[in-house]
Every structure is written in C-alpha cells, then in structure tokens.
C-alpha cells in the first residue's frame, strides 16, 4: 500500500531537491488576517510575479518587488524565471505524448523493456517513475559535489551515477509500496523520452508543448542566466542565479513566463488532456487534508476543493503553478528570491485553501 501525506496541520511541497515540511507553530511569515491575495504577498514579502484567478476573474496579476535590483527592472508578465521542478510537469506530458505517438504501450511498461541491464528494472514501472514510487535514490547531492570537485558530468553520466546507486545500495524501498520524490525519476523519463523519440528531450518539449501553445518565452535554462530575459535570482539579499543546469536535467531546467504558465495551466485544465487521460495522471480519491503524487501533479484535498499543483525550487528562484477546477482557478507563482524552508509556499496554499477556495 503507498502511502499518503497529510495536508494540515504540515504542508509537504515538492522542491527540486526533496520535500520540506513546516508546521504552522514555525513559520513566522503567517498573514494575522487574511483579505486579499494581494496583500497576503505584499505580508509574506513575496517577491516575483503572481496570477490567481477564480471564476473567470482575476484575484490578482501583477509583479512584487523588482526583477533586478540593480537595473531596478519591474517583474513582467514576459519575463523568463527559472521554474525549477516544475518542469517536472512538462516532462510527465512528453510520456503521455509518446504514449499517444506509439512510442510506448502502457505507462504500466517496466524498465527493463527500455534497458535490460537497469537494477531492478522489471519490478519499475513507467508510472511508478513518474509518481515517484520507484524507489530509486536521488542522485542530486552526489552529482552536485562531484560538480563541486571540478568533474563535468552530461545526463547520461548521472544516469550511470544513478544505476550505480541502485547497485551499490539498493533501492529505498520496492516500487510500488511506497513513495518518496527523487530527481532521478525525471531524469530517467527525460532520458526515455530523448531514446524513443529519436529528438533531444527539450526539442521534443518544444515541438510537441510550446510550439502548439505558442509558449515562446519557455526554453532550455543556461548555467548563467541571461539578465535580459530574465529575472534576477536572489538569496538573503544576494545575486544567486548560476547552477550547472545539466544537473536538473529533464527533472528542473526550464525557465518560462509568468504569461506562457497561465497558458500551460490554462491547457492542461482543460482539453490538452483527454478525460482519460486526466484520471491517469491526476491522483484520484484523496482522502480530506492530505497530498498524493500523481503523474507529474500533485493532489491536494482540503474539504470539497480539489487542487492540482507543482512546485519547484532552484538557486535565486521559487515556483508553483496549479489549478482548482471547482473554481475554473489558474494559479502562476513565480518569484525571483529563493526560499529554503518553503514557508512562503506552504502560506500561500494554506491560505488559498482556508480563505479564498473553500
């Protein structure tokens, strides 16, 4: 039986390196009295670009604080941020997309069918990657030490690290019995996309989700920023906006807009899924107060409101994108200032949840 998480009193959110909890006892950021979205960011001191809509209307769109310090250059709908794992929800539709071109049968395929020699490849399904219930460690803190120590390792080489783990250790627990995020799950499905389509993983992305969503300002993210299209990164007060982007490969290097977020959430709320498709991919019959991994989605429940989400977390940048469709909500949260513990996050959910969607 996998297991789920409880939403309240602890939100749980996906990073791009692990979950972080806070309880409502530690953080220091809750809003007193909750009025508006507006000043529930301008209160937490978010910085970054927020969208929330409800029923057609706009509870709040518009910048906070400054996309760079320096130039003194405004947040903008067009800007570029770097989404973190978020991206996470791109690559999860490349499978459904190589699932609708017949590239593979059934996200119930296990590994092995796609490389014979992956450590417990048969027992390692497709879905169980995709909902993180492989089993198989994180790679990302190995991989960024060897960074550290001066080696230069490409996509296929943390893969090698990764199977090296397994063989090495094992996995964290049977696939299937339990579920545990880990980066190496979408660097895999990454990978898997990239071998059966016979294009790089982000070409594919962009033929086959930014091209026909006119998604322009969405790309591949650069070790180093571009300070013209983007958004400055920031940590306590400092430009932080340098990662070696091959890391987050398939699993959290994507910059995009606040404008082509709105436009992803937009589809994938409605028709860029089939109804089929969407009971596959979304966690389904998630208890009250608690969290589920779906596909590439998380599923939050809280009373009779459904919300569907990811988050990400990448040097100088956090992220969340989700929807409620009891609402027909779009949520875009971008911003430009890094949040370790996650506090700013885990608010602005409680608080949607508790006083503005219940």
Known sequence: MTTLHKLLPTFIVASSILFTSCSKDDDNTQPNN??????????????GYAIVTKNGNDLVRQGFGLANESTELPQDFNLAYR???VTKTLTSAAIVQLKRDGLINSFNQTLD????????GNQITIAQLLSHQSGIPDYQLVVEQAFEEGQTLDEADI?????????????NFTPGTNKQYSNSNYLIAALLVQELSELPYHQYIQQKIFNPLDMTN???GANIININTHAQGYLNGNSNSTYPMTIAFGAGDFSSSPNDMETWINAVKTNWFTETE???IFAQDVPNGYLDFGLGWFTTQEGNT????????????WSMIGFIPEYDSTIVILSNKQDNTGLQRNTIIEQL??????
């Open 159 to 171: 893969y090698n690290v990764i199977t090296d783990l397994i063989a090495e250790n094992g996995l």
């Open 83 to 85: 989404i973190g794992s």
């Open 113 to 120: 069918e796609f490389d014979t020699e992956f450590p417990n």
């Open 353 to 358: 949840l508790t006083n503005e969607f219940n």
């Open 306 to 317: 459904t919300m569907y989400w990811h988050g990400g977390d990448i040097n100088g940048y």
């Open 34 to 47: 909750y009025t508006t979205v507006e000043n529930l960011l301008n209160e937490i001191n978010f910085q």
């Open 278 to 280: 969407k009971t596959e």
């Open 218 to 220: 969405s790309y591949k």
